[in-house]
Structures are given as C-alpha cells and as structure tokens.
C-alpha cells in the first residue's frame, strides 16, 4: 500500500528561509501547497496554538492526514524529516 505524502509550507512575503524550503523542495520535484501569513495574524495563531510559534518558516509534514510541524529554521530540519518519511 503506498503512502499519500503532503507537503505544507507556512511562509510570508520576503522571508529569505521560507524561499529556501520552498527553493529546495522545487528542486526536488516534492509537491507542496502554500499558507501565506503576510497580512494574515489569524493563520499565525492558528501555528500559535498547533506548535506554540508565530513565526515562519513551518513545514508541515504529513501521510494519510496526520502531520509533524517542523518549526526550527533551517533547512536540514527540513531535509532530516523528509528522509525519515521516505524510510
């Protein structure tokens, strides 16, 4: 049975971190959709309470709709968390 995986990205309009993600996950071919939370503080406190930040870069990682919120910035954060899925 395989595995549906979805990419979420959390990210604002001139966040240099949130290009990078998004930069590497298009080079990558790895589909993701987009919550931008330029001029929008409801969606921040929606990652307010779901991880306890207001801040962007979150990617959001999931299979068959249960997700991990990695909030650390850095693309590595990143990278690790896709290979574990990938196991």
């Known amino acids: 049975m ?4 979805s ?8 966040c240099h971190y949130c290009a990078e993600v998004k930069g590497y996950l298009d080079e990558n071919q790895i589909a993701y959709q987009t919550i931008d939370v330029t001029h929008h503080d409801d969606r ?3 990652l307010e309470a779901k991880y306890g930040v207001r801040h ?9 709709h249960v ?3 990695i909030t650390k910035v850095g693309l590595q954060y990143v990278q690790e968390e896709l290979a574990a899925v990938k196991k």
């Open 67 to 69: 997700y991990k919120g």
């Open 7 to 14: 990419v979420i990205v959390w990210s604002k309009e001139g």
């Open 56 to 64: 962007v870069p979150v990617v959001e990682i999931g299979e068959n």
């Open 2 to 5: 395989s595995k549906e995986q």
């Open 44 to 46: 921040r406190d929606i």
